[in-house]
């Protein structure tokens, strides 16, 4: 089963918001909406939206959102 992660990430490698799910396209599109929502002064400070995929949820992180 291949899990999809998205993940918006400060400089500092915290993770302020996270989705996880089992459908690409669902996971496509809220990869595209986390880069749109990060203002050009997060992107300039070093803000990431992150975009990875798993093997099984306990490697997902304890706090993301689950879509199953």
Same mark, same amino acid.
Request: glycine fraction near 2%; charged fraction near 25%; charge should be negative.
């Given at each position: 089963?291949? #899990?999809? !992660? =998205? +993940? *918006? #990430?400060?400089? /500092? @490698?915290? #993770?302020? $918001?996270?989705? $996880?799910?089992? %459908?690409? =396209? *669902?996971? =496509? %599109?809220?990869? +595209? /909406?986390?880069?749109?929502?990060? /203002?050009? &002064? *997060?992107?300039?400070? @070093?803000? #990431? $939206?992150?975009?990875? &995929? !798993? %093997? /099984?949820? %306990? +490697?997902?992180? !304890?706090? $993301?959102?689950?879509?199953?």
């Amino acid at each position: 089963m291949t #899990i999809w !992660v =998205n +993940e *918006q #990430i400060d400089p /500092s @490698g915290m #993770i302020h $918001a996270c989705i $996880a799910c089992c %459908d690409e =396209n *669902q996971a =496509n %599109d809220c990869h +595209e /909406s986390y880069e749109r929502n990060l /203002s050009d &002064t *997060q992107k300039s400070s @070093g803000w #990431i $939206a992150r975009l990875r &995929t !798993v %093997d /099984s949820w %306990d +490697e997902v992180p !304890v706090n $993301a959102l689950k879509l199953d």
